[in-house]
């Protein structure tokens, strides 16, 4: 395992529609984030899983969105009836929960651009 | 919330010298941790730097280094001997050690190196 990896790498659709967007943590990370990130921002903190427990949202995480970590491991990040403000980047991040270590690896991102 | 503040949108530096990007923030908490991320073009954020706030000594990795100064709540990174490859969007970020889940991060500086 060599990173966290994001699947798709972009993602166009059509304003109303429904995507999803998969995430998979580097092996043994039990903490998994997802932030957002617009064109000329830094990434904005949308929820945290530690394990399958989703412990954390962000008031960004609008009734729209919905994300899961049904065992545990990889996570997606579901939006529905997209809209144009939801063009993003959106990043994925491990973490362990052991040895002290306090950063996040970030995976490469999903772009999403909303026509 | 916490907030990160980097000043400098854009920095540029020739090739071999030494840059110093900015980075403030604000916070009533005594225990944090402060880093820099680097996010080259197209390609995923990598950890350059951490530091913790208990930590008098300020953190060095090779090129690296930061000037932390906690009363003044100041993390700036210093990038010795620039190199080619240093070109990418610089990142400050804030963890919380309490509470911390989420990275707070800064609206980014972009390093342009000059041959």
């Known amino acids: 395992d060599t990173g966290v990896s ?23 990370h039990n903490r998994l984030y997802w932030y957002r990130q617009t064109l000329g921002q830094g990434p904005e903190f949308l929820t945290y899983f530690q394990n399958e427990a989703q412990l954390e949202k962000s008031r960004l995480l609008s009734d729209r969105f919905s994300a899961e970590r049904p065992k545990g491991s990889f996570s997606t990040l579901e939006i529905q009836r997209t809209e144009q403000g939801d063009s993003a980047m959106y990043l994925c991040a491990s973490s362990p929960n052991w040895g002290g270590s306090h950063e996040q690896y970030f995976g490469p991102g999903t772009r999403l651009t909303v026509t | 919330a916490q907030t990160v503040t ?40 990598i950890l350059v730097i951490r530091q913790e706030a208990y930590k008098q000594q300020n953190a060095t990795e090779n090129r690296f ?51």
């Open chain 1, 6 to 28: 994001q699947d798709p790498r972009h993602k166009i659709t059509k304003r109303g529609q429904n995507v999803t967007f998969r995430c998979d943590p580097i092996s043994e």
């Open chain 2, 6 to 45: 980097q000043s400098q949108p854009e920095m540029s530096v020739q090739e071999a010298e030494t840059v110093t990007l900015s980075c403030t923030y604000d916070t009533s908490e005594s225990d944090y941790y402060l880093f820099w991320y680097k996010q080259p073009p197209s390609r995923q954020m």
């Open chain 2, 65 to 115: 280094s930061v000037n932390f100064q906690k009363a003044a709540k100041s993390f700036s990174l210093k990038i010795s001997d620039s190199q080619l490859g240093d070109a990418a969007m610089y990142f400050c970020a804030y963890r919380s050690g309490d509470t911390g889940n989420q990275f707070y991060f800064g609206t980014g500086t972009s390093l342009t190196v000059i041959p």
